[in-house]
Protein backbone atom coordinates (compact mmCIF):
# COMPACT_ATOMS: atom_id res chain seq x y z
CA UNK A 1 0.00 0.00 0.00
CA UNK A 2 1.13 3.59 -0.66
CA UNK A 3 -0.02 6.40 0.76
CA UNK A 4 -0.12 10.42 -1.28
CA UNK A 5 -0.27 13.39 -0.13
CA UNK A 6 -0.15 16.22 -2.21
CA UNK A 7 0.92 19.87 -1.32
CA UNK A 8 1.66 22.77 -2.91
CA UNK A 9 -1.87 23.91 -4.61
CA UNK A 10 -3.24 27.52 -4.32
CA UNK A 11 -5.07 30.81 -6.43
CA UNK A 12 -2.69 31.77 -8.79
CA UNK A 13 -3.36 34.28 -11.19
CA UNK A 14 -3.83 33.12 -15.43
CA UNK A 15 -0.15 33.29 -16.53
CA UNK A 16 1.36 32.21 -12.71
CA UNK A 17 3.21 29.41 -11.97
CA UNK A 18 2.93 27.12 -9.26
CA UNK A 19 4.94 23.50 -8.31
CA UNK A 20 2.55 20.71 -7.30
CA UNK A 21 4.51 17.78 -4.70
CA UNK A 22 3.44 14.92 -3.68
CA UNK A 23 5.04 12.97 -0.65
CA UNK A 24 4.90 9.16 -0.45
CA UNK A 25 4.79 6.40 2.43
CA UNK A 26 4.36 3.29 2.47
CA UNK A 27 5.36 1.02 -0.07
CA UNK A 28 6.67 3.18 -2.09
CA UNK A 29 10.18 1.29 -3.29
CA UNK A 30 7.52 -0.63 -5.50
CA UNK A 31 6.46 2.26 -7.28
CA UNK A 32 7.76 1.77 -11.02
CA UNK A 33 4.84 4.85 -12.48
CA UNK A 34 3.76 8.02 -11.00
CA UNK A 35 2.11 11.05 -11.98
CA UNK A 36 -0.87 13.59 -12.04
CA UNK A 37 -4.20 13.70 -13.30
CA UNK A 38 -6.58 16.47 -12.53
CA UNK A 39 -10.63 17.17 -12.47
CA UNK A 40 -12.20 20.28 -13.11
CA UNK A 41 -15.70 21.22 -11.91
CA UNK A 42 -18.35 19.24 -14.16
CA UNK A 43 -15.69 17.28 -16.38
CA UNK A 44 -14.08 13.85 -15.93
CA UNK A 45 -10.80 13.53 -14.10
CA UNK A 46 -7.99 13.47 -17.07
CA UNK A 47 -4.30 12.76 -17.09
CA UNK A 48 -1.91 15.78 -17.20
CA UNK A 49 1.17 14.01 -16.75
CA UNK A 50 3.12 10.92 -15.84
CA UNK A 51 6.34 9.67 -15.35
CA UNK A 52 8.18 5.86 -15.78
CA UNK A 53 10.87 4.30 -13.62
CA UNK A 54 12.97 4.25 -16.72
CA UNK A 55 12.11 7.69 -17.04
CA UNK A 56 9.72 7.91 -19.60
CA UNK A 57 7.79 11.16 -19.77
CA UNK A 58 3.92 11.32 -20.90
CA UNK A 59 2.04 14.76 -21.05
CA UNK A 60 -1.49 15.91 -21.96
CA UNK A 61 -1.73 17.72 -25.22
CA UNK A 62 -3.37 20.66 -23.56
CA UNK A 63 -0.09 21.29 -21.40
CA UNK A 64 3.02 20.15 -23.23
CA UNK A 65 5.21 22.98 -22.79
CA UNK A 66 3.95 24.58 -19.76
CA UNK A 67 4.15 21.98 -17.20
CA UNK A 68 7.27 19.81 -16.14
CA UNK A 69 7.14 16.33 -14.58
CA UNK A 70 10.02 15.54 -12.35
CA UNK A 71 10.76 13.13 -9.49
CA UNK A 72 13.09 13.28 -6.45
CA UNK A 73 13.80 9.81 -5.47
CA UNK A 74 15.29 11.13 -2.06
CA UNK A 75 12.54 13.48 -1.04
CA UNK A 76 9.33 13.31 -2.48
CA UNK A 77 8.61 11.21 -5.62
CA UNK A 78 7.37 13.44 -8.04
CA UNK A 79 6.74 16.80 -8.90
CA UNK A 80 4.10 19.21 -11.58
CA UNK A 81 6.14 22.28 -12.42
CA UNK A 82 3.22 24.74 -14.02
CA UNK A 83 3.81 27.51 -15.84
CA UNK A 84 1.98 29.64 -18.02
CA UNK A 85 -1.48 28.95 -16.30
CA UNK A 86 -4.76 29.12 -17.87
CA UNK A 87 -8.25 29.56 -16.32
CA UNK A 88 -9.30 26.08 -17.89
CA UNK A 89 -5.98 25.05 -15.79
CA UNK A 90 -8.64 25.31 -13.04
CA UNK A 91 -9.00 21.59 -11.09
CA UNK A 92 -8.28 19.50 -8.47
CA UNK A 93 -5.12 17.72 -9.17
CA UNK A 94 -4.43 14.40 -7.42
CA UNK A 95 -1.18 12.42 -7.82
CA UNK A 96 -0.89 8.92 -8.71
CA UNK A 97 1.21 5.95 -8.44
CA UNK A 98 1.35 2.62 -10.22
CA UNK A 99 3.26 -0.41 -8.37
CA UNK A 100 5.08 -3.35 -9.46
CA UNK A 101 2.26 -5.74 -9.25
CA UNK A 102 0.14 -2.78 -11.45
CA UNK A 103 -2.11 -1.74 -8.04
CA UNK A 104 -2.43 2.07 -8.22
CA UNK A 105 -2.87 4.76 -5.64
CA UNK A 106 -4.21 7.91 -5.43
CA UNK A 107 -3.85 10.91 -3.15
CA UNK A 108 -7.06 13.35 -1.80
CA UNK A 109 -6.17 16.02 -4.64
CA UNK A 110 -5.38 19.32 -3.72
CA UNK A 111 -7.30 22.85 -5.45
CA UNK A 112 -6.03 24.73 -8.23
CA UNK A 113 -8.19 27.79 -8.69
CA UNK A 114 -6.59 29.82 -12.20
CA UNK A 115 -8.55 32.99 -11.71
CA UNK A 116 -7.70 37.01 -11.52
Known amino acids: QVQLAESGGGVVQPGGSLTLSCAASGSRFAINAMGWYRQAPGKERELVAT???????NYADSVKDRFTISRDLVKNPVYLQMHSLKPEDTAVYSC??????????WGPGTPVPVSS
Open 51 to 57: ITSGGTL
Open 96 to 105: WTRSRDLTTS
